[in-house]
């Protein structure tokens, strides 16, 4: 079973930076995407980030230039760096993992990220 783990959450002022961490266990699969997702209130979960075992990284439009997604194949984690965080930007955000041929995805339980003044 895939468990994700999430860390890093917390409050941040506008134009601050804050740093997402992943660490999945149970991974079955030599393929798989991790990516990070979020959810504000109100709203449907949206993709923030994603990234392949080969470094290929995909960023909503929102996020480029400003988040940044990496991961350590061998430890299975992923991190998630946002720099020039805006209040839009508060929202839960989600870890997950996706094998692309068998279509499964695992969640993490989520951190609170919250931009405010």
């Known amino acids: 079973q895939v468990q994700l783990v999430e860390s890093g959450g917390g409050l941040v002022q506008p134009g601050g930076s804050l740093r997402l961490s992943c660490a999945a266990s149970g991974i079955t699969s030599s393929v798989y995407f991790m990516g990070w997702y979020r959810q504000a209130p109100g709203k449907q979960r949206e993709l923030v980030a994603s990234i392949s075992n080969s470094g290929s990284t995909h960023y909503a439009d929102s996020m480029k230039g400003r988040f940044t997604i990496s991961r350590d194949n061998v430890k299975e984690t992923a991190d998630l760096q946002m720099n020039s965080l805006k209040p839009e930007d508060t929202a839960v955000y989600y870890c997950?993992?996706?094998?692309?041929?068998?279509?499964?995805?695992?969640w993490g339980q989520g951190t609170q990220v919250t931009v405010s003044s």
């Open positions: 997950n993992v996706r094998y692309p041929f068998a279509g499964n995805d695992y």
